[in-house]
């Protein structure tokens, strides 16, 4: 079964700082790999996901991310963040096919001011 | 894009109560519905998967009995928790995968509470 590392549980940064929120999954032949975040008392938004073709996956909000198959990451990067990007972060990771997704612990990533 | 809809998204009731969480594939069939479990400061947890017209599969720790799945249609799953108790207080949310591969979309979530 998979499973996803967030090494994380909580990232304080200054505004207008550089982010990466790290995730590292098991190893499997094919996986599709998801960013998620969720702000307090809210569902699930989607960041970005990578599910074939360029390594470097951007996203919404200017938030990125680099499927490394060798070291088995998809640590997701913002060169700037805001106060606005306070919230939890979940990487998750699914099989092919209709298998669902399973997350990682998330990490709390809070910028101030 | 794939919409499911998910209602209540709140709900109160007291405890020994029932409540039923819904959620609706508004545009597309959802032959399988996840449906997850977040506790306050914790991640989403996999409770179980509904096939259509089948019996749910449950994750381990998962009271069956307790957590009651129906998927009788192609765009209707649901969730009702029997006899509700305080400790069952949680956010439910449920999750399909429109064409089966690929994204997946999420409803937006029931805020259970019992009191």
């Known amino acids: 079964a998979q499973s996803v590392t967030q090494l994380d549980s909580q990232v304080p940064v200054f505004e207008e700082a550089p982010v990466e929120l790290r995730c590292n999954y098991s190893?499997?032949?094919?996986?599709?790999l998801f960013w998620y975040v969720q702000y307090p008392n809210q569902g699930l938004q989607l960041l970005l996901k990578y599910l074939s073709g360029s390594t470097l996956v951007k996203g919404i909000n200017g938030f990125e991310a680099e499927f490394n198959k060798s070291q088995t990451s998809f640590h997701l990067r913002k060169p700037s963040v805001h106060i606005s990007d306070t919230a939890e972060y979940f990487c998750?990771?699914?099989?092919?096919?209709?298998?669902?997704?399973?997350f990682g612990k998330g990490t709390r990533l809070s910028v101030i001011a | 894009g794939a919409v499911v809809s998910q209602h209540p998204s709140r709900v109160i009731c007291k405890s020994g109560t029932s409540v039923k969480i819904e959620c609706r594939s508004l545009d597309f069939q959802a032959t399988t519905m996840f449906w997850y479990r977040q506790f306050p400061k914790q991640s989403l947890m996999l409770m179980a998967t509904?096939?259509?017209?089948?019996?749910?599969?449950?994750e381990q720790g998962v009271e069956k009995d307790k957590f009651l799945i129906n998927h009788a249609s192609l765009t209707l799953s649901t969730l009702t928790v029997t006899s509700a108790h305080p400790e069952d207080s949680s956010f439910y949310i449920c999750s399909a995968r429109p064409g089966g591969s690929g994204g997946y979309t999420f409803g937006s979530g029931t805020r259970l509470t019992v009191v």
């Open positions: 509904s096939n259509e017209g089948s019996k749910a599969t449950y």
């Open positions: 998750a990771v699914s099989d092919p096919g209709n298998t669902p997704l399973v």
């Open positions: 190893s499997s032949v094919s996986v599709y």
